[in-house]
């Protein structure tokens, strides 16, 4: 019988959330914020890890329940602790592939002079700040696919779409990307 009235609490706080009700979202945190942080804390070793993660997965939680992603509001555990392990991953992900420089990216080959290293150092601020005037899904998918290189499978994981809505997400950020980056270009 208890068991029941989880699953009616859980199903509530699931419509509740679709519905925009803040306290369901603050409920929803507070129900679950431990077992997560410890799951985070667990795979991290790390409590400001943790937290960031506790965060960014009760962040992603709200946004799916809001588009309605979740088929079955019983199953609203194992759905949020599968966000968390995905999180958890792209963390563990993120900082493997995080190196510190050491300096030696600055020296300059012997044939190269000064002034093609400064268009390079100009071109490459020109890419960031092109970047940065992209809409955030075409951004992510950039960044997703060029600099992190991840697979297809992930890519519409991470940004939530179907994969073969993919080849649309990419060619309209590549030509976004290169009409703001013309653009800079001429200013």
């Known amino acids: 019988m208890e068991r029941d009235a989880t699953i009616l609490l859980d199903t509530d706080l699931v419509a509740n959330v679709r519905g925009g009700d803040s306290r369901a979202e603050t409920a929803l945190y507070e129900k679950y914020s431990a077992r997560i942080y410890f799951l985070a804390l667990s795979e991290t070793q790390s409590p400001d ?3 960031d993660i506790r965060a960014e997965t009760f962040l992603r939680v709200i946004q799916a329940l809001r588009q ?3 088929r079955s509001p019983e199953s609203l555990p194992s759905f949020i602790v599968g966000i968390a392990l995905n999180v958890i991953r792209e963390h563990s992900r993120t900082k493997s592939r995080t190196e510190q420089l050491d300096g030696s990216e600055l020296d300059l080959p012997t ?10 150092a100009e071109t490459r601020q020109a890419i960031r700040l092109a970047a940065t005037k992209l ?3 075409e951004r992510d998918f950039l960044r997703l696919y060029y600099f992190e290189e991840l ?3 992930e890519i519409a994981r991470t ?8 080849r649309l997400i990419k060619s ?5 990307f290169a009409k703001i980056y013309r653009r800079l270009q001429k200013s």
């Open 159 to 166: 940004l939530n779409v179907k994969e073969e809505r993919l």
């Open 172 to 176: 309209r950020a590549l030509k976004s």
């Open 49 to 51: 890890n943790a937290e």
């Open 151 to 153: 697979s297809k499978e």
């Open 111 to 120: 044939d190269q002079s000064l002034e093609s290293s400064f268009i390079d």
């Open 135 to 137: 809409k955030p899904r």
């Open 68 to 70: 309605d992603k979740l």
